[in-house]
């Protein structure tokens, strides 16, 4: 009879190390189940009346969250998002639905959030609501905000928010994300490479 040609140690190291490289793959493969989640449908209000995602998604939509009030990042992510999209086109600007949602429930009313909104690109969808209603609806994708007072400041206080650009597919999910986008020609990259 044969003798094997590997010892008993040799033997437990190859199953231990089979064992390993399982559970590796399992658990990746689980994180990434768990990211192809985030996002989802929510329901907010637009120039005061009930907006659905669901009801109102295209193709490609792109979220951007933070406050009307804001003094510099949010009008510049605005005007970069206005920018790659003016490049698109009539025809595949009908694909996409760019949305921003106001954290800031005590001071943006529904009807300045939508004028925000519309003031950088027609068709630009402005969202608020509650801040029950803000805090389930940006939960969604991972996203935060905080807010500061600041006596020293003209408006008293300011918000710390996520600086994250949303692509999101028709039922909410990301697709993907720029993190503080600044270049409308990345921005408008992402919406190409996705359509």
Not at 150 to 175: A, Q, W
Request: glycine share 6%; proline share 4%; aromatic share 12%.
């Amino acid at each position: 009879m044969e003798k094997s040609q590997f010892s008993i140690p040799a033997k437990l190291f190859f199953v231990f190390t089979f064992v390993v490289t399982l559970a590796s793959l399992w658990m990746f493969l689980q994180e990434r189940r768990h990211e192809s989640f985030l996002g989802g449908d929510f329901t907010l209000n637009h120039g005061g009346e009930a907006w659905q995602f669901s009801d109102h998604s295209k193709d490609l939509n792109l979220l951007y969250i933070g406050y009307t009030k804001c003094p510099d990042v949010c009008p510049l992510r605005m005007i970069k998002i206005r920018e790659a999209l003016a490049e698109l086109g009539a025809q595949n600007l009908e694909d996409v639905q760019p949305i921003f949602i106001s954290v800031d429930t005590d001071n943006d009313k529904p009807e300045e959030v939508s004028a925000y909104a519309q003031y950088f690109l027609k068709g630009f969808v402005g969202l608020t609501g509650t801040q029950t209603e803000v805090n389930k609806a940006i939960s969604l994708f991972g996203a935060t905000y905080s807010k500061s007072v600041e006596p020293n400041s003209e408006l008293g206080y300011s918000y710390i928010h996520t600086d994250r650009l949303y692509f999101l597919d028709r039922k909410g999910r990301v697709l993907d994300s720029l993190v503080a986008p600044t270049d409308a020609a990345e921005i408008l990259a992402k919406v190409k490479e996705l359509l």
